[in-house]
């Protein structure tokens, strides 16, 4: 960091649009929700004053006191206090309220006024409050605390101009006098409520509002399930139905390019290089960008909605159960789109036991990355057909057998690790429904595609071609496709694990696309293309074709088909309990502080999933045999 | 197959890119290892990227 430019930080209770704020001021696109508790590590960019000056502007996880509290508000608490060991003390702090909430949120201002430090009031929401029939009195507000008062609507832009003209040299200074007992809690409170009794009147007769409406039904302990479940399946039958044409559009474009490339080049490696490793492989995988559009643009609505605290509320009961609190159901929620900002979630949890717990099971949530696998194999289960409520109810199942299995592990943890030094209160807050930023929305969908992408067009990339060098070299000369194959690198790995995995129901080839997908879980997708297209490759007009037609045409030696029912739910069962994904492992480490719980959860659940394959896989054929 | 698979360019076009792949790739990991940063965060990245 520059000694030159000023830091401002960012402070307010959780989910009073603080990251919204730093959007609107730095141009990011840092992750917004309507919860509390969406912001749990620092996030720094910078802004221009209408005067030219640049500032570092900072983002803290949302606080309610500068006392106690979980591992993010430490974060908020050390930065204004300036203890933290990477950030100086901010010169400026913004602190975020929201004008409908004024009672709780002016506490933590008048906490942050005593700390002395140059400080501006943001009020923000004054559309929420005016909406329920609040009257602001920012000019009084300002009185009162002797500091300035910007009004503000951060999603919509307003107020930012005023607040950047508060921004100004020379910062606002702490006031001189305040109108509490500095350092004692009872005073301090007593004056916040006087204060804003005086300059955020409250109508005398409570309305009942849209979100007091909406929660008689969806906080129902009946109805409330209906639609929890509802929700969950609608989003998995839009992921199904509503993704097939674009991706048949990507599918076309995969095969057009594999038939230029062939009518342009002769014969030769280079060529199935390009077509068989880069079109095919990874093509296969960059097929299911639709798909992964969809869910993240779905779990944006639910995160912006405020419907993430009601299922945190309807879980609570359950939660409790498994030794856990509602609140740590918000990161489990979130590793529905990838375990590594739920894990990074769990910060929001104040008993360090369950916030272990809970990291300890955050990856068996299915993240997006296994969405490619699912979407290969639950169509070779249900007869091909892709589309349908019978899928989305499939799909739904895999979700519930991740959900529940986190679940049962978490309560035998739990147990083991004994009761907690504190008592861990379980706070949540319903802020009320809202209709999400969709500017934010799209900015955060395209994004996390362009992710996907990226990935798809370097680590799986250079996999498919590692991959595919290994199924080609070394070169036997050879009329029979099969003795090619085994003499090349992949050939030799798949004989020696094939004793390993046929127990599972897999031969070796599957096996060595499991092994590939240990560097990402998409790979297998990609890997399965290219292993399984060699075979035909002295038939120039099979070697395309969907990936799925050809696994279910695949047979064992013996002429008896390989992907059966039992395998191919074998292999479901080991993608949903597997964990296949380094990154994760490297937040694990750090935030449980040990790398022994990494590598304790990756063998634990590796090996469950390994195990659960064998059941099913032999249960499986004893049945069906 | 090609029996002179050597005396083709193609083969050599391909062996290229395998080793240039490798070659990148031990890159990449020794300098994930230094900054022990997560950039290739989940499918998808993870937009919580350790300061
Ligand atoms: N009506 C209204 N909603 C707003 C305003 N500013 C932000 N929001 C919404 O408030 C919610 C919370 O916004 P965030 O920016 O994530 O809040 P935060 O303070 O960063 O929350 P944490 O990171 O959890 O501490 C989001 O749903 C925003 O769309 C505003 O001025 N008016
Ligand atoms: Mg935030």
């Given at each position: 960091?520059?000694?030159?430019?000023?830091?401002?930080?960012?402070?307010?209770?959780?989910n009073?649009?603080?990251?919204?704020?730093?959007?609107?001021?730095t141009?990011?696109?840092a992750?917004?929700?309507?919860?509390?508790?969406?912001t749990?590590?620092?996030?720094?960019?910078?802004?221009?004053?209408?005067?030219?000056?640049?500032l570092?502007?900072?983002?803290?996880?949302?606080t309610?006191?500068?006392?106690?509290g979980?591992?993010?508000q430490?974060?908020?608490?050390?930065?204004?206090?300036?203890?933290?060991?990477?950030?100086?003390r901010?010169?400026?702090?913004?602190?975020?309220?929201?004008?409908?909430?004024?009672?709780?949120?002016?506490?933590?201002?008048?906490?942050?006024?005593?700390?002395?430090?140059?400080?501006?009031?943001?009020?923000?929401?004054?559309?929420?409050?005016?909406?329920?029939?609040?009257?602001?009195?920012?000019?009084?507000?300002?009185?009162?605390?002797g500091?300035?008062?910007?009004?503000?609507?951060?999603?919509?832009?307003?107020?930012?101009v005023e607040?950047?003209?508060?921004?100004?040299?020379?910062?606002?200074?702490?006031?001189?006098?305040?109108?509490?007992?500095?350092?004692?809690?009872?005073s301090?409170?007593?004056?916040?409520?006087?204060?804003?009794?005086?300059?955020?009147?409250?109508?005398?007769?409570?309305?009942?509002?849209?979100?007091d409406?909406?929660?008689?039904v969806l906080?129902?302990?009946?109805?409330?399930?209906?639609?929890?479940?509802?929700?969950?399946?609608?989003?998995f039958?839009?992921?199904?139905?509503?993704?097939?044409i674009?991706?048949?559009?990507i599918?076309?474009?995969?095969?057009?390019?594999?038939?230029?490339?062939?009518?342009?080049?002769s014969?030769?490696?280079?060529?199935d290089?390009?077509?068989?490793?880069?079109?095919?492989g990874v093509?296969?995988?960059?097929?299911?960008?639709?798909?992964?559009?969809m869910?993240?643009?779905?779990?944006g609505?639910?995160?912006s909605?405020?419907?993430?605290?009601?299922?945190?509320?309807?879980m609570?009961?359950?939660?409790?159960?498994?030794?856990?609190?509602?609140?740590?159901?918000l990161?489990?929620?979130?590793?529905?789109?990838?375990?590594?900002?739920?894990?990074?979630?769990?910060?929001?949890?104040?008993s360090?036991?369950?916030?272990?717990?809970?990291?300890f099971?955050?990856?068996?949530?299915?993240?997006?990355?296994?969405?490619?696998?699912?979407?290969?194999l639950?169509?070779?289960l249900?007869?091909?057909?892709e589309?349908?409520?019978?899928?989305?109810?499939?799909?739904?199942?895999?979700?519930?057998?991740?959900?529940?299995?986190?679940?049962?592990?978490?309560?035998?943890?739990r147990?083991?690790?004994?009761?907690?030094?504190?008592?861990?209160?379980?706070?949540?807050?319903?802020?009320p429904?809202r209709?999400?930023?969709?500017?934010?929305?799209?900015?955060?969908?395209?994004?996390?595609?362009?992710?996907?992408?990226?990935?798809?067009?370097?680590?799986?990339?250079?996999?498919?071609?590692?991959?595919?060098?290994?199924?080609?070299?070394?070169?036997?000369?050879s009329?029979?496709?099969?003795?090619v194959?085994s003499?090349?690198?992949?050939g030799?790995?798949?004989?020696?694990?094939?004793?390993?995995?046929?127990?599972?129901?897999?031969?070796?080839?599957?096996?060595?696309?499991?092994?590939?997908?240990?560097?990402?879980?998409?790979?297998?997708?990609?890997?399965?293309?290219?292993?399984?297209?060699?075979?035909?490759?002295?038939?120039e007009?099979?070697?395309?074709?969907?990936?799925?037609?050809?696994?279910?045409?695949?047979?064992?030696?013996?002429g008896?088909?390989m992907?059966?029912?039992?395998?191919?739910?074998?292999?479901l069962?080991?993608?949903?309990?597997?964990l296949?994904?380094?990154p994760?492992?490297?937040?694990?480490?750090?935030?449980?502080?040990?790398?022994?719980?990494?590598?304790?959860?990756?063998?634990?659940m590796?090996?469950?999933?390994?195990?659960?394959?064998?059941?099913?896989?032999?249960?499986?054929?004893?049945?069906?045999s | 197959?090609?029996?002179?698979?050597?005396?083709?360019?193609?083969t050599?076009?391909?062996?290229t890119?395998?080793?240039?792949?490798?070659?990148?790739?031990?890159?990449?990991?020794?300098?994930?290892?230094k900054?022990?940063?997560?950039?290739?965060?989940?499918?998808?990245g993870?937009?919580?990227?350790p300061e």
């Amino acid at each position: 960091m520059e000694d030159s430019t000023d830091l401002v930080a960012l402070a307010g209770n959780p989910n009073s649009g603080k990251t919204t704020l730093f959007n609107a001021l730095t141009g990011s696109a840092a992750k917004v929700g309507n919860y509390a508790g969406v912001t749990v590590d620092i996030k720094r960019g910078e802004t221009r004053t209408p005067h030219g000056a640049v500032l570092e502007i900072i983002d803290l996880p949302g606080t309610y006191s500068l006392e106690g509290g979980s591992p993010d508000q430490q974060i908020a608490r050390e930065v204004l206090s300036g203890k933290h060991d990477r950030v100086p003390r901010p010169s400026l702090v913004i602190c975020v309220l929201d004008a409908s909430n004024l009672e709780r949120h002016l506490q933590l201002a008048l906490e942050v006024i005593e700390l002395e430090i140059p400080i501006v009031i943001a009020l923000n929401m004054v559309d929420l409050a005016e909406k329920t029939g609040i009257r602001l009195d920012p000019v009084k507000l300002a009185e009162e605390l002797g500091v300035p008062v910007v009004p503000m609507q951060a999603d919509k832009g307003k107020g930012i101009v005023e607040l950047k003209q508060a921004m100004r040299h020379p910062f606002p200074a702490a006031p001189d006098e305040i109108g509490w007992e500095k350092g004692d809690a009872e005073s301090r409170r007593a004056f916040g409520l006087s204060t804003s009794d005086l300059s955020a009147r409250r109508p005398t007769a409570h309305t009942s509002t849209l979100s007091d409406k909406l929660d008689r039904v969806l906080l129902h302990p009946v109805w409330g399930w209906f639609f929890f479940i509802g929700i969950f399946f609608a989003l998995f039958w839009s992921i199904f139905s509503w993704a097939g044409i674009p991706m048949g559009w990507i599918e076309s474009a995969q095969e057009f390019l594999i038939g230029k490339v062939e009518g342009l080049m002769s014969e030769g490696d280079f060529r199935d290089l390009i077509t068989q490793g880069i079109l095919g492989g990874v093509g296969a995988v960059v097929i299911f960008l639709p798909q992964i559009l969809m869910l993240f643009f779905f779990i944006g609505l639910l995160e912006s909605s405020g419907y993430m605290s009601r299922a945190a509320f309807l879980m609570d009961g359950f939660m409790a159960k498994v030794g856990l609190s509602g609140k740590a159901f918000l990161p489990l929620l979130s590793s529905f789109a990838c375990a590594i900002p739920g894990v990074m979630a769990t910060r929001t949890i104040d008993s360090a036991k369950e916030r272990l717990v809970t990291i300890f099971v955050a990856p068996w949530m299915s993240c997006s990355a296994r969405l490619p696998v699912y979407l290969l194999l639950v169509p070779m289960l249900l007869g091909g057909r892709e589309g349908g409520a019978k899928q989305a109810l499939f799909f739904l199942g895999i979700y519930v057998l991740g959900t529940l299995t986190a679940f049962a592990v978490a309560r035998i943890l739990r147990g083991r690790l004994g009761p907690d030094e504190v008592e861990s209160h379980f706070m949540l807050e319903l802020p009320p429904y809202r209709l999400p930023q969709w500017n934010y929305i799209f900015r955060h969908v395209l994004d996390r595609g362009w992710a996907f992408l990226r990935k798809a067009g370097t680590t799986i990339l250079g996999i498919m071609i590692l991959l595919w060098a290994a199924t080609t070299y070394p070169k036997l000369d050879s009329e029979d496709p099969g003795e090619v194959l085994s003499h090349t690198i992949v050939g030799r790995i798949s004989d020696t694990i094939e004793p390993l995995v046929k127990p599972m129901g897999f031969d070796g080839r599957t096996g060595t696309a499991i092994l590939t997908s240990f560097a990402a879980r998409e790979v297998f997708v990609g890997s399965m293309a290219q292993l399984f297209q060699i075979e035909e490759s002295d038939d120039e007009d099979e070697t395309r074709g969907r990936i799925r037609d050809r696994l279910a045409a695949e047979t064992w030696a013996d002429g008896k088909p390989m992907f059966t029912m039992p395998a191919v739910l074998a292999l479901l069962i080991f993608y949903i309990y597997a964990l296949q994904c380094l990154p994760t492992s490297a937040v694990v480490a750090r935030e449980a502080g040990s790398w022994k719980w990494a590598v304790g959860q990756f063998v634990f659940m590796t090996v469950f999933a390994a195990v659960a394959a064998l059941l099913v896989y032999q249960v499986g054929t004893f049945f069906s045999s | 197959m090609n029996p002179n698979a050597l005396s083709d360019w193609q083969t050599w076009a391909a062996i290229t890119a395998v080793v240039v792949t490798m070659v990148l790739f031990i890159r990449g990991a020794r300098k994930k290892k230094k900054s022990g940063g997560c950039d290739s965060c989940g499918p998808v990245g993870c937009g919580s990227d350790p300061e």
